[in-house]
T-cell receptor, first 115, second 114 residues
Framework: EPEVTQTPSHQVTQMGQEVILRCVPI?????FYWYRQILGQKVEFLVS????????KSEIFDDQFSVERPDGSNFTLKIRSTKLEDSAMYFC?????????????FGPGTRLLVL | AQSVTQLGSHVSVSEGALVLLRCNYS??????LFWYVQYPNQGLQLLLK??????LVKGINGFEAEFKKSETSFHLTKPSAHMSDAAEYFC????????????FGGGTRLMVKP
């Protein structure tokens, strides 16, 4: 069964460094998402992406964050200058057409630790 | 605005006992509701979803949930717990005309005792 994959599974970085989290969505899906979960807190929506543009973003997704689909398969989340509070599990997801009733398929997550 | 509350961050049941995980939602538009499960070191996997067809929804692994508009609830049940059901369960809402972002509850960790 097709699945969403994410790399790396764990990343440790120093505060102020840039990090890029990578995702490979399911191949025929058109909508892509990033969510994050800070330890002990809820899973929170960050951004959705369709047709090479941001479709929606939350208040969390400020200028420090960016997303990109650099080629036909990868979808990336970049954090320009990491802060301690960016430490979290980051989940990528994809769906076929972005309809509200569709299933969003999630990857296993990247655990980011900012020191 | 939409929100989800899951009562009980931890639920413990004996193997073979009824599983009941509670979810209440708040939404200003007709909601679409989802239950996801997360096994250790894995991503979120869809268990079932309510998309305004039948109010009783059956999902994978013997789970089901009933949408009750009057109670703004979407509780998840399974008649008989199995050891393999031990995981974290997330209820989420997506609102029509509110975009396709999922709003999650805080999660409930289900423990199954032998």
């Amino acid at each position: 069964e097709p699945e969403v994959t994410q790399t790396p599974s764990h990343q440790v970085t120093q505060m102020g460094q840039e990090v890029i989290l990578r995702c490979v969505p399911i191949s025929n899906h058109l909508y892509f998402y990033w969510y994050r979960q800070i330890l002990g807190q809820k899973v929170e929506f960050l951004v959705s992406f369709y047709n090479n543009e941001i479709s929606e973003k939350s208040e969390i997704f400020d200028d420090q964050f960016s997303v990109e689909r650099p080629d036909g398969s990868n979808f990336t989340l970049k954090i320009r200058s990491t802060k301690l509070e960016d430490s979290a599990m980051y989940f990528c997801a994809s769906s076929e057409m972005g309809q509200v009733t569709e299933t969003q398929y999630f990857g296993p997550g990247t655990r980011l630790l900012v020191l | 605005a939409q929100s989800v509350t899951q009562l009980g961050s931890h639920v413990s049941v004996s193997e073979g006992a009824l599983v009941l995980l509670r979810c209440n939602y708040s939404s200003s538009v007709p909601p679409y509701l989802f239950w996801y499960v997360q096994y250790p070191n894995q991503g979120l996997q869809l268990l079932l979803k309510y998309t305004s067809a039948a109010t009783l929804v059956k999902g994978i692994n013997g789970f089901e949930a009933e949408f009750k508009k009057s109670e703004t609830s979407f509780h998840l049940t399974k008649p008989s717990a199995h050891m393999s059901d031990a995981a974290e369960y997330f209820c989420a809402v997506c609102g029509y005309n509110a975009g396709n972002m999922l709003t999650f509850g805080g999660g409930t960790r289900l423990m199954v005792k032998p």
